[in-house]
């Protein structure tokens, strides 16, 4: 699935959004650097396919029961040493019989322990960490893992079965070895140019962004998407929260070929942004082959992510605020003309520019996104006089947040609302602010000097 930078900036996917955590730090708990790099890939680069979406969640939900399995092999330092040692730049010598390098190695051993030293400790951190994987790999191909975990295990076989590393896993413990054997061992690793050893090191930084996965699903009590088949965009949740707020409240979302443009209103305040951004980051987790914040989803699978909700100008370039808003409509008007099925999400289209522009601006491109039947869009926005003649146009449904107003002061429910919307409390919050008040004061003050 296509995301841009935009995209995971505006859901705060990968960038926390104000003073809370990101997506990310909420689902990371990766116990390698390796692993985390491997985490931030797949978010950076969610499943697109329902084949691949499914092989992920069965992976994920295999692992969130058997994840322990893999926590010795998970340990960070160690593959840290292993890489580091991977990477030294000790040249090994090619002896030519086993004497000369008794000889050499002997000497190594004691003239030149700076380099002796850390070869037999990178060779012992590998071994240990080799003995580790065979000896997941052997506990979980007992318990028959789904298919995504069984290629892993076959690879991860096919790189323990690799010369250098085999005779390293069933040789003598490094540490009892003489140092010619210690050479020996190392030779036959940098002969192979540490290949296997470096893609078995892979193989576990991806189990751990796996693991990670599964534990935030556990954790969070995160429930498993129905993956949909099908070419018109569907998505059906309740229970629906935004995940990194404290105290959510939940809301319904249905998407379907008769409502795929739903028209969001409500005053300010009122939890649209929050539900925009909740919609989003739903269907980005469910790509990814995770559970989902919701009590139940169903979603047929997107070719892009897409969001217009944070748009800021740019004073270097020289691009206003409208400006910037009408390249961003461009972006996924472009990607839809090339035949990708979106998930768009935009909050206060145009709000850059006067009312009766933004009004026009915002029917036009309404009226585009309406005609997109493979593709879902939901739109915030504050101009509720456009409801009657986007109402009139095909795939549209209305939806809307509300509030109460006690004793002057407004009461936000948060709750979803099928209609419009023509609600108003700027004023009321701007009193409340005492924003006029404090202006009138200054009426007739004089500067103080």
């Known amino acids: 699935m296509q995301i841009d930078w935009q995209t995971l900036q505006d859901l705060g996917i990968l960038y926390p959004a104000g003073r809370r955590a990101s997506v990310f730090d909420w689902v990371n708990s990766t ?14 680069h969610p499943a697109g396919t329902a084949e691949e979406i499914r092989a992920t969640q069965r992976a994920v939900g295999f692992l969130a029961e058997h994840g322990r399995l893999f926590v010795p092999l998970l340990e960070g330092s160690s593959w ?29 051993r004691l003239a030149n322990r700076e380099v002796f030293d850390p070869i037999r400790a990178g060779l012992a951190v590998s071994q240990t960490m080799a ?36 005779a390293l896993v069933g040789g003598k413990a490094v540490h009892a070895r003489f140092p010619a054997g210690v050479m020996a061992a190392d030779h036959a690793l940098r002969a192979e140019g540490f290949a296997p050893l470096a893609a078995l090191a892979k193989r576990v930084y991806e189990a751990d962004a796996l693991c990670a996965l599964a534990r935030a699903t556990r954790r969070h009590g995160l429930v498993f998407p129905e993956v949909l088949d099908g070419g018109t ?13 404290d105290a959510p409240v939940a809301n319904p979302l249905n998407v379907a070929p008769e409502s795929r443009l739903l028209f969001l209103t409500g005053p300010n305040m009122a939890a649209k942004s929050t539900y925009l951004k909740a919609a989003g980051i739903a269907v980005f987790l469910a790509q990814l082959g995770m559970g989902v914040p919701a009590e139940r989803f169903r979603w047929t699978p997107f ?19 409208f400006f910037r808003e009408v390249r961003r409509v ?13 998930f768009a999400i935009f909050a206060g289209l145009f709000k850059g520019t006067n009312l009766k522009d933004a009004a026009d601006a915002c029917l036009a ?5 309406s005609g997109c039947a493979g593709s879902a869009f939901l739109v915030a926005s504050h101009l509720s006089e456009l409801a009657e003649p986007i109402g009139a146009l095909d795939g549209v449904a209305f939806a809307r947040f509300g509030a109460e107003v006690r004793d002057g002061e407004p009461v936000f429910g ?31 003050r004089t500067p103080a000097t």
């Open 365 to 369: 491109v309404l009226s585009g996104f």
């Open 131 to 166: 003995r580790l994987a065979a000896a997941v790999l052997a506990e979980l191909r007992a318990l028959d893992p789904p298919p995504l975990l069984a290629d892993w295990a076959d690879e991860v076989a096919a790189l323990l079965a690799a010369p250098a590393v085999a």
């Open 414 to 444: 948060y709750r979803l609302e099928p209609g419009v919307s023509d609600q108003r409390l700027g004023m009321l919050i701007l009193r409340r602010e005492r924003v006029l008040e404090l202006l009138e004061g200054l009426r007739g």
């Open 80 to 108: 840290l040493a292993v890489e580091q040692y991977a990477r030294a730049s000790y040249a090994a010598a090619d002896y030519p019989n086993a004497l000369f390098r008794w000889l050499d190695s002997g000497w190594l």
């Open 303 to 321: 070719g892009c992510l897409f969001a217009g909700i944070d748009t800021t100008d740019n004073v270097r370039l020289g691009q206003s605020y």
């Open 233 to 245: 965009p569907r998505i059906e949740a309740e229970g629906l929260r935004h995940p990194l707020l």
């Open 330 to 342: 461009r972006e996924i008007a472009a990607l839809l003309a090339g035949g990708t099925t979106a």
């Open 31 to 44: 116990r390698t650097q390796g692993g985390e790099l491997r985490l931030r890939e797949r978010f950076r």
